[in-house]
């Protein structure tokens, strides 16, 4: 960047050059330039840097007088002592400098200047100047020339131009307006980008570069974007704030801006900004917001269905959460008996319904119905992404209680449809894919209620069967928990410990039921390794069992229990006993066999 402004401020220094030697030329302007030829032109000579820079005088017709350079910078350009300058120039200049060259030895013009390259390989560049003096009273016109290396500046130049042509197809593919403005310079936008042009509302043929918020924007807006930028240069802190505009199609957009301060190597004052436009982002946040408080009705209502205590779901709470959330008048669940072909109300939230369409006929309305168990929603408008049905048969019911639009989802149980949920509105409220998905939700989670209503009640009944079935299996089964205490234990493992079911979950298992002090046993083993241990136990009376201790882990994976069965192997143990002897002597025969033959073989022979 320091490099760009070094090679920026060329051109001035050259400019400045020139307007001294100008200047210096009217002031000597009475002087005979002859006289002057050892003394004022090196005066001149020595007031500039001639490492790069050459400077020559010509008399009024263009015959070269005077030069000074340090090297041989001006016989590379062609310029020579006591040559002709046009002439020695004319090979090098460029095609359409002819024209300014004859104006200017005419003298209707005071100065000629024009950029050239020199024709040898190593293809160097100079800018050539010469000015006119003012006629002095005693000598001739004379004319004042420079001549400069430009090669490396020229390198520079297309090599800054690179860039920059890389840095804007850079920032015009960056998908957001960027803009950088000199606050040193009154706010002027020194760069922006392609998006920056939309940001505005303006078209990309139209100048920015070079402009401040006055010349684009309304007078009081200009005036508040300024203090806003003069503020933060002030703080010297970047700020970030959302602000609302109108695109160019007149649509409400949500940018956040970004603005930082910036200070270049000479002390100016910068501000860089970039403008997100976060409308869509802002949308997502308020439906997430919007789902969040779906999300907590729905998770009460399940929490109520699917808890313990499903029984005491206050279905009108439930009716009233969903209706608010969606902006309905009323909401009731209807229940379909098809043995009577009728639909009767359930419960209701919001407006009463009248007591004659508290039963509806499903004859009546059996398009509507058959909807509903091919499991499409019934609407009375369409809702985009949503397949529904019309009520076209249900439009005398609909006139007769004054519901301007509704929205019915079917209750599903035990794989049929039970009944359904209805949402009314006499405003006219379009309902929409959201409220559809509410709605939906929430006649799943009455369809769950349903299921753990009825599981509930069959658990209940089916508890003392289950409780027959455990105290019939005819080996032991005990629950332990962390503490070695059981917890509850089958008839056959009551039987085995001799006591009752009071007394052995009155201590620690392995003295109410083992009868040991010693605490460690597999039991124990299982509930601190968590994981399944087996054991053989031989009880008093020698029976012999197979004791399993297996871990009962909570919700959260952490141990709880230890689940023991027993399994009775004292005959397949005794087998096993017996089974050896038997190989045993088998064994003892065969040797026997095989010692007689071995005998009676050698007799033979």
């Given at each position: 960047m320091f490099e760009i402004f070094a090679y920026a401020l060329v051109p001035v220094l050259l400019a400045l050059l020139a307007v001294f030697v100008f200047l210096y030329v009217k002031a000597r302007a009475a002087l005979r330039l002859k006289g002057a030829q050892d003394g004022e032109f090196s005066m001149l000579a020595s007031a500039v840097d001639i490492a790069k820079v050459a400077i020559f005088a010509c008399d009024k017709n263009f015959k070269i007088i005077h030069v000074r350079s340090g090297n041989d910078f001006l016989k590379e350009a062609g310029v020579f002592l006591d040559a002709p300058m046009f002439s020695a120039l004319k090979e090098y200049m460029p095609e359409g400098v002819a024209a300014d060259a004859e104006d200017f030895k005419c003298g209707r013009t005071r100065k000629l200047e024009f950029d050239f390259s020199s024709n040898d390989s190593d293809g160097k560049s100079y800018s050539f100047r010469i000015l006119k003096s003012e006629e002095g009273a005693e000598g001739p016109v004379a004319y004042v020339g420079v001549v400069t290396d430009t090669t490396l500046l020229v390198r520079q130049e297309k090599e800054a131009e690179q860039a920059s042509t890389i840095l804007e197809y850079v920032l015009n593919n960056i998908p957001f307006p960027i803009f950088v403005k000199n606050y040193t310079k009154g706010g002027e936008y020194v760069l922006i980008n392609k998006h920056f042009y939309r940001f505005i509302g303006i078209t990309n043929t139209e100048p920015v570069r070079g402009r401040t918020d006055y010349d684009i924007f309304e007078k009081h807006l200009a005036k508040k974007f300024q203090d806003i930028d003069w503020g933060i240069i002030n703080r010297g802190v970047m700020e970030d704030s959302n602000i609302t505009i109108h695109d160019e199609n007149g649509v409400e957009q949500t940018n956040r801006i970004i603005v930082c301060p910036m200070k270049s190597p000479y002390g100016e004052d910068y501000l860089m900004g970039i403008a997100i436009d976060v409308t869509k982002l802002i949308d997502a946040q308020k439906q997430l917001e919007a789902y969040v408080e779906r999300g907590r009705i729905i998770n009460n209502a399940l929490s109520y269905a699917l808890s313990s205590d499903a029984e005491n779901f206050v279905l009108e709470d439930f009716l009233a959460d969903i209706g608010k959330y969606m902006k309905a008048d009323r909401s009731n669940i209807y229940i379909i008996d098809d043995k009577n072909k009728v639909a009767k109300l359930v419960d209701e939230w919001g407006v009463e319904t009248p007591d004659e369409f508290k039963t509806i006929s499903t004859i009546t309305s059996a398009k509507a119905f058959e909807s509903l168990r091919?499991?499409?929603?019934?609407?009375?408008?369409?809702?985009?992404?949503?397949?529904?049905?019309?009520?076209?048969?249900?439009?005398?019911?609909?006139?007769?209680?004054?519901?301007?639009?509704?929205?019915?989802?079917?209750?599903?149980?035990?794989?049929?449809?039970?009944?359904?949920?209805?949402?009314?509105?006499?405003?006219?409220?379009?309902?929409?894919?959201?409220?559809?998905?509410?709605?939906?939700?929430?006649?799943?989670?009455?369809?769950?209620?349903?299921?753990?209503?009825?599981?509930?009640?069959?658990?209940?009944?089916?508890?003392?069967?289950?409780?027959?079935?455990?105290?019939?299996?005819?080996?032991?089964?005990?629950?332990?928990?962390?503490?070695?205490?059981?917890?509850?234990a089958n008839l056959a493992a009551v039987k085995l410990s001799g006591e009752s079911l009071s007394s052995i979950c009155s201590e620690p298992c392995y003295k109410s039921f083992c009868k040991r002090e010693n605490p460690f046993c597999h039991v124990s083993k299982c509930l601190e390794e968590a994981t399944a241990q087996l054991e053989e136990v031989i009880t008093e009376k020698g029976q012999i069992f197979h004791a399993y201790a297996h871990p009962v882990f909570d919700k959260d994976g952490k141990i709880e229990h230890a689940l023991e069965y027993m399994m009775d192997v004292t005959e397949l143990v005794n087998s096993k006993k017996s089974l050896e002897e038997a190989v045993k002597t088998a064994k003892a025969a065969e040797k026997a066999k095989d010692l007689f033959l071995s005998t009676m073989s050698h007799e033979i022979r």
């Open positions: 091919m499991g499409r929603v019934v609407c009375t408008h369409e809702i985009p992404g949503v397949e529904c049905s019309s009520f076209s048969d249900m439009t005398g019911v609909l006139d007769a209680m004054d519901i301007s639009t509704a929205l019915l989802v079917g209750i599903w149980h035990r794989g049929s449809l039970w009944g359904m949920l209805c949402f009314d509105s006499f405003s006219g409220r379009t309902f929409t894919k959201e409220d559809y998905d509410t709605a939906l939700a929430a006649s799943k989670v009455y369809g769950l209620y349903l299921n753990r209503r009825e599981s509930t009640q069959v658990l209940r009944e089916s508890e003392a069967e289950k409780a027959l079935i455990l105290e019939s299996l005819h080996f032991p089964i005990m629950l332990f928990d962390k503490n070695r205490n059981i917890k509850s």
